[in-house]
């Protein structure tokens, strides 16, 4: 150890210049000539960062209906657990698992997530995993199986009115963007990237209702629910939007703002939207899609709907599913932001190949 080193070593291995000695010079020195030469560049460095953390943090999380909904949906979620839901779904899931030769409880995740919300599903499922031994590779799947679903039943509904003043017929295509994925998406990444499996008895599972009082749950659930929003949710959102706040101060936001737009149009996603489910809420986006013009490219409108219904914004793929799921299952948070990747690809795959191929088979 450090301490046990001669006093001779510890001084000759201090006055070596360390990677991070050198990077902090750097800053103190551009720091001191920016005070000299453009002593407002700090102050409106953090002013548009913090322009660009305010409206996210405090007008929709903090003063809107999704931070309240976040609570709701984490006491929505526990209430359905102390009912039987769990245990009910596994006994649907586990004759169609036990032919991939899959744990059944990787499609719990999804059915909370599109009945609650995407923290309280990670918050929920986890411990259920846990407790069904899944294995890391199944935990995986489970978490990109997540990310197909949309995040609240909000945005599910929302979308069908989307698509029902477009003239889309409704129930192909949640059944094939929705439904379908719960089978489809874990029996493709156990055979692909994800092998490590395996088949699982009704008998083998533990009973997944907890015996909590009613009212326990309710306030215990009440309690989880904000501190998952203050001190999980918040902090993410605010570190993703911090680093755009950067972006738009040099100037190159813009840039790949519409880029991204340009990309979306190509994948057949309508790009305002698009962007709006990327980067702020997708039930915003399916809201947004009615008020289109219905001159619109129907692929667009689909592919919309299809990217919304997933485990989008970024915020939640590369900061909030991280947290959260490190602390509920033993993965890591690059493990967990790995798989969430994975299932942010697979799902704008999806929605390109549903837009561009299937649409003209949904339009009425």
Not at 3 to 20: D, I
Not at 169 to 184: E, G, K, N
Not at 199 to 222: D, N, Q
Not at 270 to 299: H, K, M, N, W, Y
């Amino acid at each position: 150890m450090e301490k046990n080193k001669p006093k001779s070593t510890l001084l000759h291995n201090r006055k070596k210049w360390h990677m991070y000695e050198v990077l902090g010079l750097a800053i103190v020195i551009i720091s001191l000539l920016m005070l000299f030469f453009a002593p407002n560049a700090l102050s409106d460095l953090f002013e548009t960062i913090i322009q660009e953390v305010k409206p996210i943090v405090i007008d929709t999380f903090l003063l809107s209906d999704i931070g309240i909904a976040i609570i709701v949906s984490v006491i929505t979620g526990r209430l359905l657990e102390r009912f039987g839901f769990t245990d009910g779904l596994i006994r649907i899931f586990v004759p169609v698992m036990k032919v991939f030769k899959i744990n059944p409880a990787v499609i719990i995740p999804s059915s909370y997530n599109l009945l609650g919300d995407i923290n309280a599903a990670g918050k929920i499922t986890g411990p259920i995993l846990m407790k069904a031994k899944a294995t890391t590779a199944e935990q995986k799947i489970a978490l990109a199986t997540m990310i197909q679903s949309p995040q609240s039943f909000a945005t599910f509904v929302l979308g069908i009115i989307a698509l029902t003043t477009f003239g889309i017929s409704v129930f192909p295509l949640v059944l094939l963007s929705i439904f379908a994925p719960l089978i489809i998406i874990p029996w493709l990444l156990s055979k692909t990237v994800y092998r490590n499996t395996k088949k699982v008895e009704l008998e083998e599972l533990p009973r997944f209702t907890p015996k909590h009082t009613i009212m326990h749950t309710i306030f215990s659930s009440a309690k989880e629910g904000t501190e998952l929003l203050l001190l999980t949710i918040i902090p993410a959102v605010a570190v993703v939007f911090f680093f755009i706040g950067i972006l738009n101060y040099v100037g190159i936001w813009t840039t790949i703002e519409a880029g991204l737009g340009t990309v979306l149009t190509a994948l057949s996603i309508e790009p305002s939207t698009g962007i709006v489910s990327f980067l702020a809420a997708p039930t915003l986006a399916v809201a947004q899609l009615a008020d289109l013009a219905t001159t619109i490219d129907p692929r667009l409108i689909v592919g919309s709907f299809v990217l919304a219904n997933s485990g989008l914004p970024l915020s939640v793929i590369f900061g909030q599913i991280p947290v959260t799921w490190a602390e509920t299952t033993n993965l890591s948070e690059r493990e967990v932001l790995g798989a969430a990747v994975i299932g942010m690809i697979i799902r704008v795959v999806t929605a390109c190949l549903i837009g561009y191929f299937l649409t003209p088979l949904l339009v009425v």
